[in-house]
């Protein structure tokens, strides 16, 4: 099963949002932008977390999955020195009940320069 959620870069470049091969959901690397492509939450690294897993949260339903069923993500920062609370916290606060293996690495740019962050998701589905 393959989703596409309307991003703009989606059919250009080649991916979809999220893939389910009988278990296992992967979500693409996901930014906090909006239904048409607009940058949310310019300057703000914590809610640009909560709106990419937001985004995150809705490519699983799609794939029949669920939050407490993401057993690892995966955090690119642009500025990890300044963001990394705000994102971890973020993080925390939405993976709270089923906290996930992380990884949170610092990139030097993501495709745009106002997105602060990108978070990549795999869940595990079972049952």
């Known amino acids: ?3 596409r959620s309307g991003s703009p870069w989606e059919v ?3 991916y979809c949002r999220a893939v389910r091969c009988g278990d296992l959901v992967e979500v693409a690397g996901t930014v906090a932008v909006d239904a048409d492509g607009a940058v949310v939450a310019p ?3 914590g809610e640009q ?3 990419a ?3 995150i949260a809705t490519a699983l339903q799609t794939a029949g999955a669920r939050l407490d069923q993401v057993v690892r993500t995966r955090l690119y920062v642009v ?3 300044a963001h990394a ?3 971890g916290r973020a993080h925390g606060e939405v993976f709270a009940e089923a906290p ?3 990884t949170m690495v610092q990139v030097a740019a993501l495709i745009d320069p106002a997105f602060l962050v990108e978070i990549e998701a795999s869940a595990y589905v079972t049952g």
């Open 49 to 51: 977390t909560r709106v």
């Open 12 to 14: 250009p470049y080649g």
């Open 100 to 102: 996930p293996v992380t």
């Open 1 to 3: 099963m393959r989703h």
């Open 43 to 45: 300057g703000d690294p």
């Open 79 to 81: 500025d990890i020195a």
């Open 53 to 55: 897993l937001a985004r």
């Open 85 to 87: 609370d705000a994102v």
